[in-house]
């Protein structure tokens, strides 16, 4: 696709975009591309695959979501869907969770570029963050593992109420049949997913669970133990 005609769908997904969003996402592209040729951030670093790949994929969960304060991005990588919420949730706190450091030296830059007063990085591993446990209305991760994992690592951090949102592609429905134990032992119940498609007609589920009820203080266990016996 053109990459005006990527704009288009954009701008016809989210109906609100400023014309401060559209420069941020301009600044935050090129960027993105001009680090990658030093550092290994993403696969996809053209700018039609940039905005079609990252930011529309970022935005399709967004528009999942109800309002919400607080969201966590669990290993955020380049920074989605964390910093692309950001950009198009000023007022909400942000917090881009990834365990490289030379990653998080990228976020913080992309952050003091774009001025998002409203970004934290946190250079930590998921199973890492006791400090954070039942902070966030939403915590979302993309491309991290499989569902029955994740749900282990990051419902623990889900406000009662919250939601844990994993972003799926076509493997998404046998996930979420292999993860509905964990997600019960976790305090969660699972929303039923939904279909949604990429501009390039590919399939995503943005895999929503529910915070129910507290996570047992025993979750998470140790990461060798969640990848030796997963829930």
């Not at 999942?64 to 198009?88: E, K, N, Q, R, Y």
């Not at 889900?158 to 972003?167: E, I, N, R």
Request: aromatic residues 8%; glycine residues 6%.
């Amino acid at each position: 696709m053109h990459l005006q005609s990527i704009k288009d769908a954009i701008n016809h997904l989210t109906q609100t975009m400023t014309t401060q969003q559209w420069e941020q996402f301009a600044q935050y592209a090129s960027f993105l591309y001009e680090k990658n040729q030093v550092m290994n951030l993403t696969a996809i670093d053209d700018p039609q695959g940039i905005y079609e790949k990252h930011f529309y994929d970022s935005l399709l969960m967004l528009e999942t979501l109800d309002a919400f304060d607080t969201f966590c991005d669990l290993g955020s990588g380049a920074g989605f869907p964390g910093m692309v919420v950001a950009i198009m949730r000023p007022k909400a706190h942000i917090t881009l969770v990834e365990p490289l450091s030379k990653r998080c030296v990228f976020l913080q830059e992309v952050a003091e570029l774009l001025n998002l007063t409203n970004v934290v990085i946190v250079n930590e591993r998921a199973e890492d963050l006791a400090a954070f446990r039942e902070s966030f209305d939403v915590v979302a991760a993309r491309a991290v593992s499989k569902l029955n994992i994740l749900v282990e690592l990051g419902l623990p951090l889900v406000k009662v109420g919250g939601y844990l949102v994993a972003m799926k592609a076509a493997a998404a429905l046998e996930e979420a049949a292999e993860a509905k134990r964990a997600i019960g032992q976790c305090g969660g119940k699972l929303q039923n997913p939904q279909p949604q498609y990429l501009l390039d007609g590919s399939i995503r589920y943005n895999i929503k669970i529910e915070k129910i009820k507290q996570t047992p203080a025993r979750f998470p266990r140790r990461y060798s133990q969640i990848k030796k016996k997963p829930l």
